[in-house]
């Protein structure tokens, strides 16, 4: 009896969206979505209106005196608080695939460097006891990027060891020191007198876009920029990282360099990024993923639609943030978890070899 050989089903490699029309369209829908962010919110403007100050704002033009409450409304607070959104967005998302490839983990984002939950003690300082009053509105932003500089300097002395930064000792080392911030912070949290600074501070830890103004978007704008362009100017070593330690040494790149660099870049990145907004989860998380689904692998791909994913994603969430409670607001990260949960959960269904399936 002739034996038939058995049939072996082909594994085609999925098709992956061109990065060039991809980021026009998410482009697009991230102006759209900015003017919506502006133009959206509890207080009654129209959006007849609220062009009309957008416009005034952007032209130098006047406004009656009678419209001046929601031309302020429109131009000095919510204008500033949807770009700094933005900006926010694209900065974690480009410093999640960053630090995916430097500690090789899928689940790594920003935060798990324990930068975050240092700025977390900087920042419920100044809520909870006042710390740095003479600073007046920069108090709170000096002292959680502080802070973040302050948590990202001990990380970086417990996890360097002869060898470099090895991507273990980086996972191992910024998560407990990320528990040990987060004890001191819940102490702060419960030894002050309840009220609205304890309801603040808490507003903080789960990210705010609320205290958002023009004084803090150039700063933010100009070091998430500066982090971008240096990440996408190593793209190539990024890749060759993500292959391994061996791999990237045998290419031409030496692994512990580089890790130390991208180790500055991503805690400054972060840092400037958690002092204006709070501890926004799930950004730096989701997003690569998603990004790495649509277009590839490749680095040079990855940190050019990433930004501009993160960057909607942010001034989505923080729309949202604004209107289902109105005129409560909801943190931020409550929002981003309500959504990335079950969207990653999805994704991660779906996704095979990409989220470690088979």
Excluded: K
């Amino acid at each position: 009896m002739r034996r038939t050989a058995p049939t072996v089903r082909r594994r085609t490699a999925p098709r992956r969206i061109s990065v060039l029309p991809l980021s026009l369209l998410l482009g697009v829908l991230l102006a759209l979505s900015l003017l919506c962010g502006a133009g959206l919110g509890a207080a009654g403007i129209g959006w007849s209106e609220a062009l009309r100050f957008l416009w005034a704002g952007l032209t130098g033009g006047t406004v009656p005196a009678h419209d001046a409450a929601a031309y302020t409304i429109v131009w000095e607070i919510r204008l500033p608080r949807v770009l700094l959104g933005a900006v926010a967005g694209a900065g974690l998302a480009a410093v999640g695939v960053a630090v995916q490839a430097m500690v090789r983990n899928a689940l790594a984002d920003p935060f798990v460097l324990g930068i975050s939950s240092g700025a977390a003690v900087g920042a419920n300082a100044v809520i909870l006891m006042g710390a740095l009053a003479g600073l007046g509105v920069w108090a709170l932003s000096v002292s959680a990027f502080v802070s973040a500089l302050a948590a990202m300097a001990l990380v970086y002395a417990v996890a360097r060891s002869p060898r470099g930064l090895t991507p273990l000792r980086l996972i191992l080392t910024g998560t407990a020191l990320a528990y040990g911030f987060e004890a001191v912070t819940t102490v702060m949290v419960f030894g002050a007198a309840r009220g609205e600074a304890a309801r603040s501070a808490m507003m903080w830890l789960l990210g705010s876009l609320g205290g958002a103004t023009w004084a803090q978007l150039p700063l933010a704008a100009v070091t998430v920029a500066a982090g971008w362009a240096w990440l996408r100017l190593r793209a190539e070593a990024l890749n060759a990282l993500a292959m391994g330690d061996e791999t990237s040494a045998a290419l031409g790149v030496a692994p512990s360099r580089i890790r130390r660099e991208l180790f500055l870049v991503t805690a400054a990145v972060t840092g400037t990024v958690v002092a204006v907004s709070g501890a926004i989860g799930f950004v730096g998380l989701m997003v690569p993923h998603v990004v790495r689904m649509l277009v590839g692998a490749d680095h040079r791909r990855v940190l050019v639609v990433a930004p501009l994913a993160g960057a909607l994603l942010l001034v989505w969430a923080d729309l949202l943030s604004r209107l289902l409670l109105a005129p409560a607001e909801l943190p931020v990260g409550v929002i981003t978890a309500v959504v990335g949960v079950p969207a990653f959960l999805l994704l991660m269904r779906r996704g095979g070899d990409a989220f470690g399936g088979r």
